[in-house]
């Protein structure tokens, strides 16, 4: 067996490796934060909406219909009302009940801003299920 002892003028070699472990985690952290935001700023491209070709679903006996029309005026139930009275109106007709279905319909030149507004009072409101009532299309058009 024969031992080493070390002297004074014998130094520790240097070990001059670079660690790269944070570095791969960051660049893994950045590729996921690329990967999730990419599809999301595609978001401004211009859309051509189709008309639907679903089945239309079973209405109820007596549906109650809120009108947007063309010059932005609502009618509830064939009755005039105002945006600001609507939330008063909607509880006058379905007698305070906030699981009642609102069919909505719009004119085809009412604004989508428009038709936003009309939909977040009905939210505000506390109405949360509404169709939205649209043209029956054939297939293939």
């Known amino acids: 067996m024969a031992l080493r002892q070390r002297h004074a003028e ?5 070990a001059h490796d670079i660690n790269v472990t944070p570095f791969i985690d960051v660049i893994l952290v950045l590729l996921i934060i690329f990967m999730v935001g990419a599809p999301l700023a595609t978001v401004d491209m211009t859309v051509d909406l189709p008309a639907s070709t679903a089945k239309p679903t079973t209405r109820p006996d007596k549906p109650v219909f809120l009108t947007v029309k063309a010059d932005h005026s609502l009618s509830l139930a064939d009755k005039a009302v105002a945006l600001k009275g609507l939330a008063k109106a909607l509880d006058e007709e379905f007698k305070g009940d906030k699981e009642e279905r609102v069919y909505l319909q719009a004119d085809k030149s009412v604004d989508y801003g428009e038709l936003m507004a009309v939909m977040n009072v009905l939210r505000s409101a ?3 299920k509404i169709a939205l009532v649209g043209l029956e299309a054939q297939p293939g058009q």
């Not at 014998?10 to 240097?14: A, C």
């Open 10 to 14: 014998e130094d520790l070699t240097e």
């Open 126 to 128: 506390g109405y949360l």
